[in-house]
């Protein structure tokens, strides 16, 4: 069983539509818990950061966080075509990645359908 | 701009070179990490440093040797690659163990070895 599984897609919406981009894991260890996106050829982008179980709001993103169902969420509201990339999941047992480093899904590859 | 810069953007090398790819933070971090980004594969990590030290070796072959003189800048000394070696290697750096932060990235080297 993988660590962490998450839907390749690609996952495509017409703009304007709430998206929700979803990871499960398998480590209970895992505490730390970060949503990156990804254009291409570009490095990841931090987009959430949050730690242990709960919900985080910046904007037009929540990030959920369910450690008793090792599931996390990102939802995006009114979705605009630039928010078109790969959404990586990413999640540590430490803060910044410690000794282990993170933990990554494979990415969901998203579109928005202008 | 993230913090974190990485040089070359592109290289191509053939199976016999030696070539080393090169990271800088710009953030005050104390730990730095080099990862594996492979098409329809997660994230792999590679190398840990924390102040310096390396912390982390995750069963990387020797043809990849890395080195890190300072906090602020990390090394991949590449030798002796096969062409599944090819793919994009991110550097990413956080505060460090225990820290509280989360980890930036740069914006990658895509590696070609033909």
């Known amino acids: 069983q993988k660590e962490v599984e998450q839907d390749p897609g690609p996952l495509s919406v017409p703009e304007g539509a709430i998206v929700s981009l979803n990871c499960t894991y398998s480590?209970?260890?895992?505490?730390?818990f970060m949503w990156y996106r990804q254009y291409s050829r570009k490095g990841p982008e931090l987009l959430m950061y949050?730690?242990?179980?709960g919900n985080k709001e910046d904007g037009r993103f929540t990030a959920q966080v369910d450690k008793s169902s090792k599931y996390i969420s990102l939802f995006i509201r009114d979705s605009q075509p630039s928010d078109s990339a790969t959404y990586l999941c990413a999640m540590s047992a430490e803060s910044g990645g410690g000794a282990d480093g993170l933990t990554f899904g494979k990415g969901t590859h998203l579109i928005i359908q202008p | 701009e993230t913090g974190v810069t990485q040089t070359p953007r592109h290289l191509v090398m053939g199976m016999t070179n030696k070539k080393s790819l090169k990271c800088e933070q710009h953030?005050?971090?104390?730990?730095m990490y080099w990862y594996k980004q492979s098409a329809k594969k997660p994230l792999e990590l590679m190398f840990v440093?924390?102040?310096?030290?390396?912390?982390e070796n995750n069963s990387v072959p020797s043809r990849f040797s890395p080195e890190c003189p300072n906090s602020s800048h990390l090394f991949l000394h590449l030798h002796t690659l096969q062409p599944e070696d090819s793919a994009l290697y991110l550097c990413a750096s956080s505060r460090g163990q225990g820290s509280g932060t989360e980890a930036f990235f740069g914006q990658g080297t895509r590696l070609t070895v033909v």
């Open positions: 953030l005050g971090h104390n730990a």
């Open positions: 949050t730690y242990s179980s």
């Open positions: 480590n209970s260890a895992f505490q730390y």
């Open positions: 440093y924390n102040f310096k030290e390396q912390t």
